[in-house]
Structure formats: structure tokens, C-alpha cells
């Protein structure tokens, strides 16, 4: 019979961010990882400004920088600029394993790989057929997280990613094209990375479902004559629909707790705040997180701007238009990019 204090299910940037929060004190922390290796994930590889601040991310592990991006209407096309780079592009599996070399000079930590939860109760788990018990559990375990339905939570709000790694170094710019009529609400990205690029798309599976949004997707790779034949198509689920992070000893952090913003796809810096501020509650129950809350008041921003791009009908070209024309405003681009 294994006990500990805190068991955290799912070793990516919020479960690891978590256990290095609760790092160096007195309780024993379990790490769980259903994977064999730490790290990759199926993703376009994009982090922002915040993320480079916050982990103080190596410069080498950085990949491309952009100060610039090219937004697509239809036909038009529109350039926004900074003055210095708020984009980057980065391989997961460094960051996972970069993360993960951090913990080790905690004594409490421990982590396991290859260790998948079959079953939760409210002070133990089974994981490959143990029996793990715990004081606090916290749910790190990404949009399909078994923490969330232990909870007895239905995600509402649900995206789906599609994507190819395309190996052509054609494409430098860091890019998204609107086009209402095959992707609704939602765009197509191209995403450099050093040696290739991530093309994919993404649509609310409702509005817009897999068959349909891979179908468009296609044609619209067809149609800028871009070959995906020796490349792998990638889908990957987007859990945006927030109902919570505490539940009395069970937590939900990053993509579990739908911190996913439902306008950009962006889950990465939400993670690590969630996965800090979760453990700095469990060390403290009255601790009062004000990150947390800036967290949910932008991801509620977002919302509201989704749902007007959703219910704009025909009008939402001209919203599109609307809102890379305002880029050219100093204010409102800072903001934005």
C-alpha cells in the first residue's frame, strides 16, 4: 500500500509546474504519466510572450521567433508588426523533459511513466493495478482527463485541432487564414518551427464536426496546392469549458479544467499558472489566488468575442476584415498581438 500526500495525474506543463511548487516542503508528491516519455504532444508548438517570461525558457530551446503575422481574409491579406517578438515556436518534448530535469533535485517528488489510472476514489487511486492513497488529488491529465469524469463533469465546450508537419522550408511567416465559408468561426494556421512547419485548423466539432472540418481542410490544402502526402494527419481534442478548479480535495489544472481559451487555442500559460496556484493552495487552504482569477477574467473576454464571431452569420467576414483593419491602430494592436 503506497501512500501519499499529493498524487498528480498527468505529467505535462500544469502537473509538473504543480509539482515543483510543492517542491522542497513536507509533503510527499507522486507524479503520474500514462506515457512512456515526458513531454510530446500533439500541438502546433506555439507558446507566447508570458510563457518565455515566466519559465525563463533557455534561449537554445527556442526554435523561431516572430515579430510579425500575416492574417488572410478570403483574398486580402493583412501584416501586423511589433517591435519586438511576441510569438514563439518550441518543441514539447524539450520543454516536458526540461520541466522535468527542474524536479529532480526535489527529494519529495516522485515520478512515474508508463502509469495509467484505471480507477479514482475519493482518498485512493488505481493506477496499472495499484492501489495509491492520497490527501489531495490533482487532475493534470489534458482534455480527455479521467480526473474530470471522476468528478462526474460532461465538458460542453469542446474543439477539435487537425494538422499536418510539413517538412518544406517555404514556409517562414507565421500565418492564419480566415475563410468563413469552410472554417466558420475558426482559421487555418501555419506555424514554422526550425526544420519544419505545423498547418492545421480548428473548429468547434457542433458547429462544424471532424468529417466536415477535415473535408474543408483538404480542399483548401488543394486548393493552395500544399502535398500533405507523406505527411501524417494529427487530430487532437480542445477542452475549453471551465467549471471549476477546486472540489474538495480534487483539483483540475490547465487543459482538465478547461483553461483552454476557446478563441485562440492557447492552453500552455494557463497550465503553468494553474498548476502554481493549485499547489500553493494545498500548502496554504486560504490561499487567495488573484492569478487565477486574472486567468478566468481573459479567458471570459475571449468568450465573449468567440460568441459574437459565432452567432455574426454572414457578417462574419466582415468582422474579420473589421478586426485586422483595426490592427493598424497602435493601441489596439498591442493589445491584440
Known sequence: MKKYDVVIIGAGPAGLNCAATLGDTHLKVLVLEKNAQIGPKICAGGINRSVVEYLKIPQSFIERRFNKVKLHVNTKTYTAKRNYHFLY????????????????RFRNVEIRTKFLVSRIKNNFIIANGQKIYYKYLVGADGSKSITKRYLGIKPKKIGLGLQYKVFDKRYQNLEFFFNSKLFNTWCVWVFPHKDYAYIGCGANPKILN?????????FWLEKKQINMTNSKKECFPLDYDFQGYRFGNTFLVGDAAGLVSGLTGEGIFPALISGEEIG????????????????????????RILNIMINAGYFRNLFFHTGCLSLKLPFIKKKIL
Open 89 to 104: 515556436s518550441i518543441d514539447r518534448k524539450k520543454l516536458g523533459l526540461w520541466q522535468l530535469e527542474n524536479l529532480k
Open 210 to 218: 471532424f468529417k466536415k472540418l477535415s473535408k474543408n481542410f483538404d
Open 280 to 303: 500553493k493552495i494545498i500548502l496554504n487552504p486560504y490561499y487567495k489566488s488573484e492569478r487565477m482569477d486574472q486567468i478566468l477574467k481573459t479567458k471570459r473576454k475571449h468568450e
